[in-house]
């Protein structure tokens, strides 16, 4: 299952020595609710390789800001603390998966 990220506890998931996928998303976005299941999946075929989790923008502005989300769903993937990839719009699993595996 994805992870609960929110403003306090985003850059303790950041020190993660795995790569990190964060899903920017609001419930009131119907593409994110597309996405979502997808994101949920990604997590549990990535579990114990990599941290996947969820930040709701609108209770968690301050992340958001700091990595200029401006369109959601946004995903971006963490190495290092750094963003090395990101997808904008809902993209197939298979594409979120290839992405995610090139930084394992």
């Not at 795995?18 to 899903?23: E, G, R």
Request: glycine share 8%; aromatic share 6%; hydrophobic share 45%.
């Amino acid at each position: 299952m994805a992870l609960e990220i929110t403003d306090s506890s985003f850059q303790e998931v950041l020190k993660s020595d795995k790569p990190v996928l964060v899903d920017f998303w609001a419930v009131w976005c119907g593409p994110c609710r597309t996405l979502g299941p997808i994101i949920e999946e990604v997590a549990n075929d990535f579990e114990g390789k990599a941290v996947v989790g969820k930040v709701d923008v609108d209770n968690n502005q301050e992340i958001s800001m700091q990595y200029g989300i401006r369109n959601i769903p946004t995903v971006l993937i963490f190495k290092g603390g750094e963003v090395v990839d990101k997808i904008v719009g809902v993209a197939p699993k298979e594409v979120i998966a290839e992405k995610l595996s090139a930084h394992l």
